[in-house]
């Protein structure tokens, strides 16, 4: 039987790319728990204000609500064996950043997922990553050739 696998998914929340790794993972029965971030921006936005009460600055709005957040992404990002940080172009995922260097400082193993246009914007981000893939179709792979070591077959 094969080891369980924790698999942390950070960074922007505006696309597919999570459910297609899950679909993929899926598909391919890799033995795979996906966790992430809560994404649902509102919620991660105002958690803070909405559990400790209001704020008279956005400032202090946001620590609450970031802080709160962390409690949840460094405990994930610790269980996890693998994290995988998702960087779009239309948004700065400034949090997905933290996230690599901090699961980096675990010594967790790291991979990027962006499209070529941001590799130099975030080329010390992939340097510290031990994978950097275009696709989530490629961290489907790159997680089945991690796990099972074997490649996907040609279809």
């Not at 369980?4 to 950070?10: G, R």
């Not at 609500?65 to 693998?82: C, F, K, W, Y």
């Not at 031990?130 to 961290?139: D, G, I, N």
Request: net charge negative; charged share 25%; hydrophobic share 40%.
């Amino acid at each position: 039987m094969s080891q369980h696998w924790e698999i942390y998914l950070s960074g922007e929340i505006h696309t597919d790319w999570r459910d297609r790794i899950a679909a993929g993972v899926r598909d391919a029965g890799l033995p795979v728990e996906l966790t992430g971030p809560v994404s649902d921006h509102a919620s991660s936005d105002d958690c803070g204000v909405a559990i400790l009460g209001p704020e008279t600055s956005d400032f202090w709005k946001d620590q609450k609500g970031a802080r709160i957040n962390a409690i949840r992404t460094r405990t994930l990002i610790e269980r996890a064996d693998v994290v995988v940080v998702r960087f779009g172009d239309k948004y700065r995922q400034w949090n997905a950043a933290f996230d690599a260097g901090y699961a980096t400082a675990c010594g967790t193993p790291v991979i990027t997922l962006h499209d070529p246009a941001l590799t130099h914007a975030l080329k010390e981000v992939d340097g510290a990553a031990l994978a950097v893939a275009e696709t989530p179709e490629q961290v489907v792979d790159i997680l089945r050739y991690v796990i099972e070591g074997r490649l996907r077959q040609p279809e």
